[in-house]
């Protein structure tokens, strides 16, 4: 005779043979057993999908003409493009505080020195002949980079001049502030006569143009 914990063990046993048997690899075109559904599945409409809602059939919806994005309004137009409404360069946009020159120093040597060397002579590493860099790196103690205007230098760094690529995508328009007050710190203290020559320091021929993009900066 079985006792009753035995019969109930083999009910048990055939119960789990026979539900886990569900659980092999057959397919089903029914949708997957969801038992907490919770917000998964809503209705809503999709980016770059259609939608019969709307009578011109897209799901998204164009913005008014005219329209900015929250936080781009970017009125100042010399913070953001180193020029003033009459298209003269700007000076420096904002009070400049020691947080800034110390933010500036930083991403020079982040972005600028590898190329114009840490005191601004041109001479960074890339310079060295070895790298056979085509242009020499300008140095910033040329008189007529001291008499540029800083939204000369921010224009520069952001659209790039001749040899020399844009940073506009690396470098946010406040860092690049940040950075012009940093070049104007290495033309005070000048170049010292020890640092070490890397490259020629002439300056190309082409470099005597005016230095003017016509590229609005961001
Ligand atoms: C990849 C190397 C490289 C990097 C990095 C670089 N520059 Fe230059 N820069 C150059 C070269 C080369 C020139 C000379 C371009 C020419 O005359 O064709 C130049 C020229 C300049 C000039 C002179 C522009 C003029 O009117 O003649 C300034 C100012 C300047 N760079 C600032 C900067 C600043 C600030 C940074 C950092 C944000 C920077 N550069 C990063 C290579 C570089």
Not at 93 to 107: I, N, W
Request: with cysteine.
């Amino acid at each position: 005779m079985m006792t009753r914990t035995a019969t109930t063990r083999i009910v048990l046993t055939a119960a789990a043979v026979i539900l886990l048997a569900g659980c092999r690899g057959t397919t089903s075109p029914e949708p997957p057993v969801h038992p907490n559904p919770n917000m998964d599945t809503q209705q809503k409409l999709k980016p770059q999908r259609s939608s019969a809602f709307f009578a011109d059939g897209k799901a998204m919806r164009t913005p008014p003409e005219g329209s900015v994005a929250r936080g781009e309004l970017r009125e100042d137009a010399a913070f953001f493009t180193g020029k003033n409404d009459d298209g003269s360069y700007a000076a420096m946009p904002f009070a400049v505080e020691a947080a800034d020159l110390e933010r500036g120093a930083k991403r020079y040597a982040i972005y600028c020195k590898p190329c114009h060397g840490e005191y601004g002579d041109g001479k960074g590493i890339i310079a060295d002949p070895k790298y056979k860099y085509p242009i020499p790196p300008t140095s910033y103690h040329e008189q007529r980079i001291k008499d540029m205007a800083d939204g000369n230098i921010f224009e520069v760094i952001s659209n790039g001049i001749r040899n020399m690529p844009s940073y506009r995508q690396q470098i946010p328009v406040r860092d690049r502030w940040c950075i012009v007050t940093h070049v104007r710190e290495l033309q005070k203290h000048g170049a010292p006569a020890s640092a070490p020559a890397a490259a020629q320091t002439q300056t190309p021929a082409s470099t005597t143009t005016e230095t003017t993009t016509t590229e609005t900066a961001q």
